[in-house]
């Protein structure tokens, strides 16, 4: 299909093209029309498409004065009752100078409801109310001040009985468009013969994904009254677990069992078409919501029943399919794991089903009792798609009338049907209570390796409270993500991975199950920018690398608006000082209302290694090349000499207290002469005599006063704001920096409780073992928050299964 031209006029090539869905819950008030227009002008894009349903329950209200078209009072009741009720929600949505707009439109359609239904024109009454949604969004939209149109979906949206005409709906509905918001009515449309037709139950879901597909939409929004995909019903499972990501294999699977927020229906046009489905809720938009995604996700499983089912049989010769006698009936039919001629029902459905089979000379076996169905939609990982002990030995007390079970469905029916507690309690047995928290690691260097050979040992010290599982390894060039990746194999298994693009870890992130946190131990700027990326897909971060947390400004924040929007952490403290938790000491002290008036200090080992080393009996970079050989410097030797690491370090710090710094805003003076940082690695070796005489020089003067050489930053909060400086002192022996050990960080820190008397952390501040160590401290810190949020829902979950026990 090709992309509609009128389309590109709407949106610009960098704008990604977005389908918005709003169903009648979301628009059942005035105040939730504007919530629904506060929800459309948040959005990043300047146009949008927008479907929606009829406000609150007009439809069922339409329906009931159908019911009764041949009784004229009663008719006449509901009526005005339905008028009434449609003419305030106008009044109070709209200003008095818009809202005769829509009355005068609202009248013209009441107006015509009589007559319709005395007719049999029943589609065209129940169009009323996506009508008056559309024109009256529409209206609210451009009093905000945005460009907005209200579109009749029946003026371009063809079916020929359940099959969508693509080319003529898509040349029908170009002449339609315009710069702004396209405001569609969702469940109506025409057959080839140009009557009014329905989409039936929940068709505005649909309605979405149909215009989605027809307009090459990136992603389409289905905003309802819930925040994601639950792994029951919560109206029935209270303890149920709300999940961000479901992988698209499940949830057409789910949609077929008749899950109550995805439908068949709404998937069938996006089978073929790639477009990324979101469920969000109105209520609460500043949630992510749940994605149903491309990509196989490892834990996340489901449990859903129907109540009064039937289990129905056809004869063996039979080739009809559930699936394809569901989506021409629209209900929901199924059929059972395992044998495609046993198909459950429910019967309230069962004369439709059996009066379409009918017609086709077939004439199933029924059974003579009602069950309730329950199904296990099975997880992808091949070690839980076996039910645990515990299961087995409930359903033997249980003893279902019927079993059934594949690789990916397992369903039992029930008579009697299970209580709410019972249903609540197989949920729970159900579904694993270990936590996992998978963990990505970017970068195998010294520190890298160092961090994984250090895992195990983390993993056995959190086992039985949570598995730390080592979910994917990757360098600058290769990346392996398995779910047989270990601790032990990981180099060889890394060895033989294959290139990677970025998008592939995107992927992967994406289709990784939550919990999970993408620790980065690469020095990598680019990396680091894709930062906003990583955590959109819902990841925890753990940066050891300093170009995240010092990016421009602006990227800095756009990455902590990401982690807050996100609901996730973002741990960096090993920053600076390796292991030492200076940023923690900081973090607490402002935690609890101190106030941070100077932070210097030494913030570099490297360069506290060398000039404590450093004693002119030899050539500075003779140091600095020993320094490099033990792991002691950057990558790059000459990071450190710039002073610029030290530089970043005092950002890093600066943000922490909430300053609005950038790196220029720190005077810096580099203790590399000028000209050095240019070029390569070699030419600057070519020329490190230059380096070489410097420091002697400036070495030589210090010692000749009786003092000692020190790197050293200095952030000063004054009420003027901020002064930052990194620069080569020569200090005093009894100066507080002057005895130190090589490698040690030093950071004192005053405030208004320690303003006399300065607190003083003083500790190594680089090598592997330590920052290895400290990137592990972070790690610890995630692991413990997903315990404690394990501990709280486990205890919610048994409060809702106590709340079932004294329903049931």
Request: charged share 15%; hydrophobic share 45%; proline share 5%.
């Amino acid at each position: 299909m090709t992309v509609l031209s009128s389309v590109s006029l709407v949106h610009s090539a960098a704008s990604a093209l977005v389908v918005h869905k709003f169903g009648g819950s979301s628009l059942a008030s005035s105040e939730r029309f504007h919530a629904v227009a506060d929800i459309l002008l948040a959005q990043p894009q300047s146009s949008a498409f927008v479907v929606v349903s009829a406000p609150g329950d007009t439809t069922d209200a339409l329906l009931t004065m159908l019911d009764c078209a041949c009784d004229t009072p009663e008719f006449e009741l509901h009526y005005q009752q339905l008028a009434q009720q449609l003419r305030l929600l106008v009044s109070r949505t709209l200003t008095a100078a818009t809202a005769p707009l829509v009355l005068n439109e609202l009248n013209h359609w009441l107006a015509a409801i009589p007559t319709f239904a005395l007719a049999g024109r029943n589609n065209d009454v129940l169009a009323t109310g996506e009508k008056l949604s559309a024109l009256l969004l529409s209206y609210l939209l451009q009093e905000r001040g945005r460009a907005a149109k209200a579109i009749d979906a029946r003026d371009f949206l063809q079916l020929s009985g359940q099959q969508v005409l693509w080319p003529q709906s898509e040349a029908a509905l170009k002449p339609h468009l315009i710069p702004g918001f396209n405001v569609v009515t969702g469940f109506i449309a025409r057959n080839e013969l140009g009557d009014s037709i329905t989409l039936g139950r929940n068709g505005s879901d649909y309605s979405a994904t149909i215009l989605g597909r027809l307009v090459q939409a990136q992603t389409i929004h289905i905003w309802t009254d819930v925040d994601a995909i639950y792994s029951a019903d919560p109206r029935k499972v209270p303890s149920a677990r709300p999940y961000r990501q479901v992988p698209w294999a499940q949830a057409t699977l789910l949609a077929q069992l008749g899950n109550p927020v995805l439908h068949a229906k709404t998937l069938s046009p996006l089978q073929d078409y790639a477009a990324e489905l979101v469920v969000r809720s109105s209520y609460e938009p500043e949630q992510p919501g749940c994605k149903v995604s491309r990509q196989a996700a490892i834990e996340v499983q489901f449990v859903t029943d129907l109540t009064d089912v039937v289990l129905v049989t056809l004869p063996k010769a039979v080739t009809l399919t559930a699936h394809s006698v569901a989506a021409t009936l629209q209900l929901t039919v199924f059929a059972v794991p395992g044998d495609h001629n046993s198909w459950v029902v429910a019967q309230k459905n069962l004369d439709v089903l059996l009066s379409y089979l009918g017609q086709q000379q077939i004439y199933p076996r029924v059974s003579s009792e009602q069950y309730q169905a329950v199904a296990w939609v099975k997880p992808a990982a091949k070690q839980q798609k076996q039910l645990s002990l515990q299961a087995a030995h409930w359903l033997e007390r249980q003893q279902p009338a019927f079993s059934f079970d594949n690789d990916e469905l397992a369903l039992w029916l029930f008579a009697p049907a299970l209580t709410a507690r019972e249903l609540t309690e197989f949920h729970q047995l159900l579904l694993p209570t270990q936590v996992r928290l998978n963990v990505v690691v970017a970068g195998t260097g010294n520190v890298g390796a160092e961090f994984l050979a250090l895992l195990a040992t983390q993993q056995q010290a959190f086992a039985g409270q949570i598995e730390l599982k080592l979910a994917g390894v990757l360098n600058s060039r290769q990346a392996c993500f398995s779910d047989e990746l270990t601790v032990q194999n990981w180099q060889a298994q890394l060895a033989a991975a294959p290139l990677y693009q970025q998008q592939d870890l995107l992927d992967y992130l994406t289709a990784l199950p939550s919990p999970k946190v993408l620790v980065d131990i690469t020095p990598s700027k680019t990396f680091a920018e894709a930062y906003a990326g990583f955590v959109q897909t819902g990841c925890h971060l753990i940066s050891a690398n300093k170009q995240g947390v010092t990016l421009p400004l602006a990227q800095y924040q756009q990455i902590a608006a990401t982690v807050a929007e996100q609901q996730v952490s973002w741990l960096a403290n090993t920053t600076v000082g390796a292991g030492l938790p200076v940023q923690r000491i900081l973090q607490e002290l402002q935690s609890s209302g101190d106030h941070i008036q100077q932070i210097s200090g030494i913030f570099s080992g490297t360069l506290s290694w060398l000039l404590c080393k450093y004693d002119g009996s030899a050539a500075f970079s003779d140091f600095v090349l020993q320094a490099q050989a033990e792991g002691l410097t950057e990558p790059d030797p000459r990071d450190d000499l710039s002073g610029k690491d030290v530089q970043r370090k005092l950002l890093v710090l600066a943000r922490e207290l909430g300053l609005t710094l950038d790196i220029n805003d720190i005077k810096l003076t580099p203790l590399l002469p000028q000209g050095l940082e240019q070029g390569g690695w070699d030419e600057f070796w070519a020329q490190r005599a230059e380096l070489d005489r410097a420091l002697a020089q400036t070495f030589a003067k210090a010692a000749a006063e009786g003092k000692v050489l020190r790197y050293v930053a200095t952030l000063t909060v004054t009420a003027q704001g901020p002064k930052a400086s990194v620069q080569l002192l020569e200090v005093a022996p009894e100066h507080p920096l002057a005895a130190i050990q090589a490698c040690d960080n030093v950071f004192v820190i005053e405030s208004d409780w320690y303003q006399a008397n300065p607190l003083v952390l003083k500790g190594p501040g680089a090598g592997r073992l330590v920052t290895a160590g400290g990137i592990h401290a972070d790690l610890a810190i995630l692991a413990r928050q997903q315990i404690a949020a394990a501990k709280a829902a486990r205890h919610s979950q048994a409060q809702a299964a106590a709340w079932a026990n004294e329903r049931a």
